[in-house]
């Protein structure tokens, strides 16, 4: 069963960082793809990042390349989403979610899994 917790959430002034966890207290993390993405009011959620079951490969949204970074730690069941240089059009509730298929996506339905989600707000 996979169980997703995010955290790391807040508020911070644009050019700033914020580095967001996601914990999974179940036993298949290490085989499933994680992925984050975003949701910001009367928006659609959209895609963010993602990254392979090692995390040798990544994936990223144009709007984040080169600010934000993916990683995972499958030791401590966790993957991370850490944000510099943000911006306003920053500020959604961001979710981790969990791909059991083994292949990175974009798009939310490929996602088995999903986090409660976190608040992201960055001031202007």
């Known amino acids: 069963q996979v169980q997703l917790v995010e955290s790391g959430g807040g508020l911070v002034q644009a050019g700033g960082s914020l580095r967001l966890s996601c914990a999974d207290s179940g036993r298949t993390f290490s085989r499933n793809v994680m992925g984050w993405f975003r949701q910001a009011p009367g928006k659609e959620r959209e895609f963010v990042a993602a990254?392979?079951?090692?995390?040798?490969?990544?994936d990223y949204a144009d709007s984040v390349k080169g600010r934000f970074t993916i990683s995972r730690d499958n030791a401590q069941n966790t993957v991370y989403l850490q944000m510099n240089s943000l911006k306003p059009d920053d500020t959604a509730a961001y979710y981790c979610?969990?791909?059991?298929?083994?292949?990175?996506?974009?798009?939310?339905?490929?996602?088995?899994?999903w986090g409660q989600g976190t608040q992201v707000t960055v001031s202007s």
């Open positions: 979610a969990a791909n059991t298929r083994g292949l990175i996506s974009r798009r939310s339905a490929g996602y088995d899994y």
């Open positions: 990254i392979s079951l090692s995390g040798s490969r990544t």
